[in-house]
């Protein structure tokens, strides 16, 4: 109950209750890859456990914005979470050609099979994935998200990210996104 | 301005209404630039969608930091203030009843008396180790010479006296020399020990042993006037006082 509670919530839009769940799982999350992962205990380690939470965290809360949860009725939160999680884990040490321990994950009662679809387009998706994978390369992503989210405008990007002039950002801006397309 | 930038400028809402007017007339026959229009979308919504993740996951992870920061910082001071506690109970556990706890030989039979006699203040505890210090301390004052009126009281009441039991050595107000032996000397039908303590005219103990029947004391005291006491283990059985009188040369 308590999670139909909070899921509802999160479908609102409230971020505080998205909160909640981040924090609840965080740590239990961390524990299950370092026990049954080929995690490394070290910063680094962390840090990409820490990634593939966010990720886990951001598709839950697509999936709960597009009222993609039905697959929940079978499972508990944390089950769904870490299932979730589990998929991540396998495009990660595929990614990186690492070998995985590839433990069972807690409940064996449900496991997502496939990626979910989360209700957007699949080039939009693509670019998100290409996005959050860091392929595009940092400065690309840092300048696309400046122009196309945050609104500002060349000259504003000029100074944030000290290019030369004005147009040197368009030029790059253009380089970025013909860039983005050709991985899509 | 090339298709792209013409495409952005509509996406970004940056056309005025009749450029967009134009524009959409266009993009009803222009199959290609609808193309164009529909992936740009697509790839804006993206950009805007991964940075709205970001900038959520961000900002839980900057509170979940913050959060667990100020609860290490939490815990580090409720075991710091913890330590510090345990560190003042222990000393002052140690004060009162290691050293504090350690009852003033004459306690006993001062504590029955007392009900009587309405003392002004209570024996303060003292120990052995201490001993010096005190005499050290209390040299330089004037007074040690004066009487203590409890102890007095003490000396002008009938004690229990056992049997046979008779205090040869000191006599009251008995004057000795400083750095003479003082003998205490007694004489009693039981073979038990009695427990003397020697009092400083502040109430404080200045020696406390066992003996069987007599004892020379020769530690020196400095000069002053000093109570004795004689106890057993249930009680006080007799109390005295002898003076230790100030060098010749002090005197002058």
């Known amino acids: 109950m308590a999670d139909e509670l909070l899921i509802n919530k999160i479908k609102k839009g409230d971020k505080n209750a998205l909160y909640e769940l981040y924090k609840s799982y965080k740590e239990p999350f961390l524990m299950y890859c370092l026990k049954n992962h080929s995690f490394s205990n070290t910063p680094e380690g962390l840090h990409d456990v820490e990634t593939i939470y966010h990720d886990i965290i951001v598709k839950f809360r697509r999936n709960c914005m597009n009222g993609k949860l039905n697959e929940l009725e079978k499972a508990s939160l944390k089950t769904y979470l870490f299932s979730i999680g589990n998929n991540l884990i396998k495009n990660y040490f595929r990614d990186n050609k690492l070998a995985s321990q590839n433990m069972p994950i807690e409940s064996n009662s449900f496991i997502i099979s496939e990626e979910p679809q989360y209700g957007y387009d699949d080039t939009t998706l693509k670019v998100i994935n290409l996005l959050r994978s860091g392929k595009l390369g940092e400065p690309c992503t840092k300048l696309l998200t400046y122009f196309f989210y945050e609104g500002l405008s060349i000259p504003e990007i000029q100074d944030l990210l000290n290019f030369p002039t004005a147009n040197a950002v368009s030029q790059r801006k253009i380089r970025c996104l013909s860039k983005l397309r050709a991985m899509i | ?252």
């Open chain 2, 1 to 252: 301005m090339d298709k792209s930038e013409l495409v952005e400028k509509y996406l970004l809402n940056q056309m005025t209404p009749s450029e967009r007017m134009a524009f959409e007339d266009r993009l009803k026959t222009d199959r290609s630039l609808a193309d164009e229009v529909d992936l740009n979308k697509k790839i804006i919504d993206g950009i805007r969608q991964y940075a709205d993740e970001e900038r959520i996951v961000s900002s839980f992870k900057e509170q979940y930091d913050g959060e667990q920061t100020q609860a290490r910082v939490r815990r580090l001071v409720f075991i710091r203030i913890a330590a510090v506690a345990l560190l003042l109970i222990a000393s002052t556990w140690l004060l009162v009843f290691y050293f504090g706890s350690k009852k003033a030989p004459g306690e006993k039979y001062i504590s029955k008396q007392e009900k009587k006699l309405q003392p002004t203040h209570p024996v303060s505890p003292s120990t052995k180790d201490s001993t010096n210090k005190n005499l050290i301390a209390a040299n330089n004052k004037l007074d040690n010479f004066s009487e203590l009126a409890r102890f007095e009281a003490l000396i002008n009441q009938e004690y229990r006296s056992e049997e046979g039991f008779e205090v040869i050595s000191p006599k009251n107000t008995q004057k000795y020399k400083a750095g003479d032996p003082i003998v205490f000397r007694w004489q009693r039908q039981g073979t038990d020990q009695l427990n003397l303590v020697i009092f400083s005219n502040k109430g404080k103990v200045v020696s406390e042993q066992k003996i069987p029947s007599s004892f020379s004391y020769k530690k020196i005291l400095i000069p002053g006037l000093y109570y004795w006491q004689l106890e057993t283990e249930e009680d006080a059985v007799f109390m005295g006082k002898f003076i230790v009188q100030q060098p010749v040369s002090n005197a002058k």
